[in-house]
């Protein structure tokens, strides 16, 4: 879920690693998530299509702003 223009609010279970990466592969940012809600900045990373990966489960996501 996208909140507002500049984080990622991700509701999770248990603690995990996340990953975003854009479309060739490159890792755009990694980081740790807790249990619960989270929110991710990614005010740093450009408009575009990406991977986000969290526990071993893919997501497409757009940043368009």
């Known amino acids: 879920d996208t909140s507002g223009n ?3 609010r991700l509701r999770l ?3 995990a690693e996340m990953t975003i990466y ?3 592969g ?3 940012l990694k980081t740790s998530v807790e249990s ?3 929110m991710i900045d990614i005010s740093n990373i450009s408009n ?3 991977i986000i990966a ?3 489960k893919f ?3 757009v940043i368009n702003r």
């Open 6 to 8: 500049n984080e990622i």
């Open 13 to 15: 279970e248990k603690e």
């Open 22 to 24: 854009d479309l060739m």
């Open 26 to 28: 490159k890792v755009v």
């Open 36 to 38: 619960g809600d989270n």
């Open 48 to 50: 575009g299509t990406y």
């Open 54 to 56: 969290v526990d071993g």
């Open 59 to 61: 997501n497409r996501i």
